[in-house]
C-alpha cells in the first residue's frame, strides 16, 4: 500500500513537473537557438503560397516521410512532390503557416504552428495545425524528415 501511494505521488510530481516545463517553454517562445530553424520554416511557407512546389520539395530530406491529413502516409519522393502538386494545383488558393514552437537538440530539431488555406477571394477556408521534424545532414543544412499537418474541425 505505501509503495503504490509513493508511485502515485512520483507520479503526480512527475507530471506537474512536465506541464510546467511544456508550459514554460511555450511561454518563452522560439529560443535562440532555434531561430534560424523557424526562420527556414517561414521561407518555406513563402515557397508554398507562391505555389512553387519545386520549391516546397527542396525542403525535403531524401528520405522523408508526410502525414497528409485523410491519406496515407507517403515515404518516396515522386509521391510527397504529387502530394504538393495537388495541393497547389489551384494557383488562386493560397496556403501559409507560421510558426509558432521551434526547438534544436544537436542536430534534431522541430517546428510547430498553424496553417491556412484561403480560397480565390481571400476568405480562409481551412485552418489547422502542423509539426514538422527537421535534421541537419553532415552539409549543415536542415531539412524536414517528418511533416505532418491536419485541419481543425
Known sequence: MRKSLIRISMAVVFCACAIAFASLALSAGIPDNAKALAALDDAWSKAANAGDVSG?????????????????????????????????????????WTTMNAGVDRNMGFTSGSYQVAGADGAIVEKGKYLCVWQKGKDGKWKAVHDMWNPDK
Open 56 to 96: 516546397v520539395i527542396s525542403y525535403y530530406a531524401d528520405d522523408a516521410v508526410i502525414y497528409p491529413p485523410n491519406a496515407p502516409v507517403v515515404s518516396d519522393p515522386a509521391g510527397i512532390k504529387k502530394t504538393w502538386e495537388t495541393m497547389l494545383a489551384d494557383p488562386k488558393a493560397k496556403l501559409s
